[in-house]
């Protein structure tokens, strides 16, 4: 058998860039005109508020408007753009509009004939995925011929990568996402998402590593420009290269071990063919979680345990913290970072995702989150439960929570959490790197 093939090769030129990452590792999976495509980018945070830092985080316009002109130079007309955007709104309609329309999908609608839709608007179909795993996703995605996965090329803080394989967990309904992060040691977010591919159609997977990310998903994350492009017709093989570009041996990212393990293939690189660039000469080891700092005084991530912070208990989240509470972890960390005036708090626990259990001698225990407070709202272990019972939280439920406690946050953080994002712009002012053109369709 010809073992699968995975391109490796620098962007520098549109449209020439992709095509020829295309074409190096054997070029698409059997499409001719009439077949269905539907690409899969990776949207993984939006806000109308403000600009914020794309690079890394999002797939860029501009790959996605090149591999629209390769689809369509092989007599492809039947292009759908697709994507979950997660609002922390449920239905929230208008956010992923304004991501769609900003990023550029109306102009590629207009001059190319393709659709884009909201995942979240449309149809589900549930899927049996073998070993357990049954999941809703997008009926779109299901009946076309070809999905284009344009993941881009990311550490992640909880799957230590974010690529092919994960981002097509944008196609599933909130339900399944909320099921992915399992409290389950066994079956846990790992096991489902190395499934996620498993029974879709063909996949051809090109990773835009125009920038990458440290510390992904979002924002928050350190971006580079790196101007990679990895593709390949076999998902698990462009992950473990991606994998390995990002510095990390496939063995050490849960999901792709599982993934391997059950397509029976090794987890090395040993059956699969690296064309183009060496792996060894474009590979830059990028971290992928924020560290977190454990003592006789509790859990804190690092940052704040060096501020000194004292009598608050927060350990660090783990795969059972799904995409709701994630939204709002760091808003309540810098919260309480800002809300610290020298005194120790009063021996306050914060527990989060649906597995940790209450640390003994704490006087006040916050439940952030529906998961946590149907875990323990009846623990007698706990002196004092102070809930937060949201799906997601109520921003103005958690101010309350982290005040009744006796941390006198700012409630205007909160209020004006959808500015947050501009902050971390300011990182990369003045670095023409960073250009945000490519997240435009001229």
Known sequence: MTPPRVSIVRYEKPGDSVRAAVDLCGGLPDVRPGSRVFIKPNIVFWTKAVPFPKW????????????????????????????????????DRETPAHAFKTLGYETLKKRYGVHYLNVMERPFREV?????????????????????????LKAHNQTVVSLGIKNLKGLIDIKSRKRCHSADPHMDLHYYVARLADKLPPVFTLIDGIYSLERGPAFDGKMHRRDLLIASKDILSADKVGAAILGFDASQ??????????????????????????????AEKHQYDFPYLADA??????????QGIK????RKYDTSMCTYCSGVNGLVLSAIRYAWKGEPFDKVEVLTGKRMQPTPGMNKTILLGKCMYQAHKDNPDIKEIIPVKGCPPNPDDIVKALQTAGIPVDPALFANADQLPGFFMSRYEGKPEYDESFFRIA
């Open 297 to 306: 005084d509790g859990s804190l991530p690092v940052p704040m345990a060096k």
């Open 311 to 314: 009598g608050v208990y927060y």
């Open 56 to 91: 890394g985080v999002i797939t860029t316009s501009r790959v996605i408007e090149d591999m629209v002109i390769l689809l369509k130079e092989k007599g492809i007309d039947d292009i759908t753009i697709g994507e979950g955007v997660v609002t922390m709104k449920p239905k």
């Open 128 to 152: 049996d995925l073998g070993g357990g795993v049954r999941l809703n996703f997008n009926q779109d995605a299901l009946e076309s011929d070809l999905i284009v996965d344009l993941p881009v």
């Open 253 to 282: 990212v849960p999901h792709l071990a599982h993934a391997a393990a059950n397509r029976k293939r090794p987890i090395d690189l040993s059956d699969t063919e690296v064309l183009g660039l060496a792996i060894e000469d474009v």
